[in-house]
């Protein structure tokens, strides 16, 4: 099994291997994860039969080194199937395994092969749809509040606030207010660290968003790109909201294009999955204030010696 590097150019011939995508956590989106190359993380991929598997590769860190499920359209591998991939490749783990194969599989020898454990920094949110749109009832009423502040202070019927498809001359403003929102948040102390690596992923996206598959929007304050967000499909009833930004300068302005995120990237879809919180009690806050529909659970299988 021959290993090469993922670039943007591998998306629509690899994209086939993504139809029917039945899990629902954020990896398995073929834009995410071509997105999120950088220094020290490089995703590979092999095709083996009918199958596509992919190796996240780490430089840095080997020991945060992984393969994904493997993708096929129409089929979901077996544990022994897993286990000779393993074998063969010589990469023992698998990352963001989600729950239902566990479920599914618990009688099928996955014990026998492999050890199992959580990893619940990966756990992904997802909402539904209607929800994030329409923000109904009572447990919402303080996002519809400071919704309410914002569009009072910028009213978009008067010409203030501007909501559009990303375009490609969108792309350096988005560029350039990525810049200032990572200036605000320190995220390029290490560039090696999450925000860092993220930023990265974000503008990756941007350069890439018609050849990757994403969907985005902006969001203009008095002809200024204060906020905008990305999303792609990630199963037949589930987007993804991979990348969202908002100027922390405007009252409300997060909730509000939270909201415009929900009503116009998928609105077609179910539901929306909002990511991980990777263990950061703000992320934790902030997921939990939107009240998720559910959590999809994420596991490790490391295999047995």
Not at 64 to 87: M, N, Y
Request: net charge negative.
């Amino acid at each position: 099994m021959k290993f090469r590097p993922l670039t943007p150019s591998d998306y629509e011939s690899l994209k086939p291997f993504f139809a029917g995508q039945r899990y629902e956590l954020c990896p398995y989106s073929i834009s995410s994860i071509i997105a999120w190359t950088n220094e020290v993380y490089q995703p590979c991929a092999a095709v083996h039969g009918d199958s596509l598997v992919i190796y996240a590769n780490f430089t840095r860190h080997k020991e945060r080194s992984h393969l994904i499920l493997p993708i096929s359209p129409g089929r979901e591998h077996t544990p022994e199937e897993l286990a000779d991939i393993s074998r063969q490749t010589g990469y023992g783990t698998y990352w963001f395994v989600p729950e239902d194969y566990l479920n599914r599989n618990a009688e099928n020898g996955l014990e026998d092969s492999f050890v199992i454990e959580r990893q619940e920094e990966y756990d992904d949110y997802v909402y539904r749809t209607e929800d994030l749109a329409t923000l109904a009832g009572g447990r919402y009423s303080k996002k519809r509040n400071l919704i309410k502040q914002f569009e009072r202070n910028y009213p978009e019927k008067e010409g203030a606030v501007s909501i559009k498809t990303i375009s490609p001359e969108d792309i350096p403003g988005c560029l350039e207010f990525l810049d200032r929102w990572c200036e605000d948040q320190e995220c390029d102390v290490d560039r090696y660290e999450d925000l860092a690596c993220e930023w990265n992923a974000t503008r990756n996206a941007l350069n890439n968003i018609d050849t990757l598959g994403f969907r985005g929007i902006t969001l203009s304050i008095d002809g200024a790109i204060e906020a905008f967000g990305m999303a792609s499909q990630l199963t037949e009833t589930m987007s993804a909201l991979h990348f969202q930004k908002a100027s922390a300068q405007f009252k409300g302005l997060y909730q509000f294009f939270d909201r415009e995120c929900a009503r116009r990237l998928f609105p077609e879809l179910e539901y929306i999955n909002k990511e991980s919180d990777m263990g950061v009690a703000g992320l934790i806050q902030a997921k939990r204030s939107y009240h998720p529909a559910r959590m999809v659970q994420s596991y490790k299988l490391t295999l047995k010696k």
